[in-house]
């Protein structure tokens, strides 16, 4: 079994700066996530981190309307 891998990105939405956490097992498998200094609470899934980062705006985006 491959031990999980974690990073810690920012993204930016709205002109604010969002710390997100995202891990994975494998670059092949998929990318997990969420959002930490947004309150964002949903956990988001996809198969790129690319992907991913790209959710987790759109959750914070509809989360601060």
């Given at each position: 079994?491959l031990a999980?891998k974690e ?8 002109g ?14 998929l990318?997990?996530?969420k ?6 609470t ?10 991913l980062l ?12």
């Amino acid at each position: 079994m491959l031990a999980k891998k974690e990073e810690y990105v920012q993204i930016e939405v709205g002109g604010k700066r969002y710390l997100c956490s995202v891990w994975y097992k494998s670059r092949d498998i998929l990318w997990y996530g969420k959002g930490l200094e947004s309150g964002l609470t949903k956990l988001c899934y996809a198969v790129s981190k690319e992907g991913l980062l790209k959710k987790i705006s759109m959750q914070i985006a509809a989360e601060s309307k």
